[in-house]
């Protein structure tokens, strides 16, 4: 967060890292919101101009991108497991290296100094997340399921 002015960063949830992100946070711009209810996840996505994902290892489905995508927030996420193929790179968000701290707040700063940008990847959100509603999903799975089964 360091060169990045007036950028504030939110981390919401809880896990054995916190008390030592904490530490390595103050006198920052970096707010800690602790455990949220899950149905106040979207409300607080809502708000933000970009949800990072800044996984280093392999993930299966990290439903926050959905979550973000459906609200209009783009998502800078590293290329890792399926985070890259969810985002699909200048359609939903922005893909970085893994463990590239830099890339990471060179994508934040072009979010921030590009509105055409953002605008055009916050609506190709709302509308990619649509692909993951379980109306749509809901009976692929179905079909899955019933071809085991038999």
Not at 8 to 29: E, W
Not at 32 to 53: D, E, H, N, Q
Not at 116 to 141: A, M, Q, T
């Amino acid at each position: 967060m360091k060169n990045m002015g007036e950028v504030c960063c939110f981390i919401l949830g809880d896990g054995p890292a916190k008390d030592s992100l904490i530490n390595m946070s103050k006198n920052s711009n970096v707010k800690f919101l602790g455990s949220v209810k899950p149905t106040s996840t979207r409300s607080y996505l809502s708000k933000f101009k970009a949800l990072i994902i800044p996984s280093v290892a392999e993930e299966g489905f990290p439903n926050v991108i959905i979550e973000s995508m459906s609200v209009g927030t783009p998502v800078i996420g590293t290329d890792v497991s399926s985070i890259s193929e969810i985002i699909n790179q200048n359609n939903c968000g922005l893909i970085v290296q893994k463990k590239n701290s830099l890339m990471i707040q060179d994508r934040i700063k072009t979010l921030i100094n590009d509105s055409e940008l953002l605008c055009s990847l916050s609506s190709n959100s709302i509308k990619n997340s649509l692909n993951y509603h379980w109306d749509r999903i809901g009976p692929e799975f179905e079909k899955i399921f019933s071809e085991a089964i038999n």
